[in-house]
């Protein structure tokens, strides 16, 4: 039942804070706020997550993993109700701050609860389910939108019916006990010493997930699609995402990471190739952005697969907040190059640079000792 409450909790608590910064944005834009507040708000969630992941190891060890979970699903209905009952836009910035760094530890708490609360043999199907699940939950949360507008405090008031929902969840979860003595402070960088490759399979995996969803739609534009098609290319990504993820975590059950890891990369690397000759078929955007979202999903899944195979206790904490770390890194670092990249070789520029990111990848994967360990 531990590994029920988890799902269902994160299933509720991730749809409704998904729903919040879609309103909040538009919210602000219909009031007629600058377009640089508004960016700030995006900027502010983000920034919080960096922030916090490097503590989140500290942070367990002195409360506990099961306290740290449900606390960070307290703090989202603390911060919806300011939404509803205060219109002061300063207000605002601080409570999405504060929802930034309880997402943060949230994230990290989650995938190290379920990562734990699985068994030895079936962990990496487990593993994968879970980020199945949170992939289906960035469409379920704007798609809720839909039905509950944007306007006004009902859309809030969905959002606190989700959070507590997803608390109830928690009534009767299990402790888990402490398994290793790791200290605290060295956590979050045991994994950078001992296993490198799989925070740069985090990084990888970012920036596979961040950059096609900004720069994707402006090649469709560019290759003639309408901009209706060329915004659902987004929504291809994300298909891509949830669909490799069950299988690749259990696939990782019954073969090296390493080699799964291989395969995502190479998949990379072949949309950057498909993506090269899209002016001439356009039909082949749609396959670089099916295969771009399950090998950024995949790349990252397959990390946490590995981390949660060879660590545990405090130590698995630290190591899962290492990946989140890396992952958000390259999640914000693609973007930002993509767009400077385009800017000076517009045609081929944005399929050369995430074929370098593959490559380098590839490269890199063939160490066979940096993934490695006895506890396979």
Do not use: K, N
């Not at 929802?99 to 949230?106: A, E, F, M, T, W």
């Not at 003639?224 to 298909?239: C, E, Q």
């Not at 799964?260 to 082949?284: F, N, S, T």
């Amino acid at each position: 039942m531990t590994l029920v409450r988890l799902f269902g909790s994160t299933l509720f608590e991730l749809v409704g804070v998904l729903m919040l910064m879609p309103v909040l944005t538009v919210q602000l834009a219909v009031r007629g706020e600058p377009p640089w507040l508004i960016g700030l708000f995006g900027a502010s969630l983000y920034l919080a997550i960096f922030f916090v992941t490097p503590f989140t190891a500290r942070i367990t060890r002195r409360f506990g993993l099961r306290e740290v979970y449900i606390a960070t699903g307290l703090i989202p209905l603390l911060v919806v109700s300011v939404f509803m009952l205060s219109d002061y836009v300063a207000l605002w910035l601080i409570a999405v701050a504060v929802l930034g760094c309880s997402g943060g530890l949230r994230w990290v708490a989650a995938e190290s609860y379920v990562a734990s609360a699985a068994s030895d043999e079936r962990r990496g199907a487990v593993v994968g389910a879970f980020q199945a699940m949170v992939g289906a939950c960035f469409v379920l949360g704007p798609l809720a939108l839909t039905a509950t507008g944007t306007d006004g405090r009902f859309p809030f008031a969905v959002s606190a019916l989700l959070l507590a929902a997803g608390l109830a969840c928690l009534i009767g979860l299990a402790p888990l006990q402490r398994v290793d003595d790791t200290p605290a402070p060295g956590a979050f960088t045991l994994l950078l010493r001992e296993r490198p490759l799989l925070v740069l399979a985090a990084l990888i995996g970012g920036f596979f997930e961040s950059g096609p969803s900004t720069f994707l739609p402006v090649e469709a534009l560019e290759s003639g699609v309408s901009g209706r098609a060329a915004a659902a290319l987004v929504a291809v990504l994300g298909v891509g995402g949830f669909v490799v993820q069950f299988p690749l975590g259990a696939l990782a059950d019954r073969y090296p990471e390493r080699t799964l890891l291989r395969a995502c990369l190479g998949a990379g690397l072949l949309g950057a190739l498909l993506l090269v000759m899209d002016e001439r078929w356009p039909l082949l955007l749609w396959c670089t952005a099916f295969i771009w979202g399950a090998a950024g999903g995949g790349i990252y899944t397959l990390a946490m697969v590995a981390v949660a195979h060879r660590y545990t206790g405090v130590a698995l904490v630290g190591a899962t907040s290492a990946l989140v770390f890396a992952f958000s890194a390259g999640a914000a670092l693609s973007p930002a190059l993509s767009g400077v990249v385009m800017q000076w070789w517009p045609s081929f520029g944005f399929a050369c640079l995430m074929s370098a990111v593959a490559l380098t990848g590839l490269l890199a994967m063939r160490d066979r000792g940096v993934i490695q360990s006895g506890a396979r």
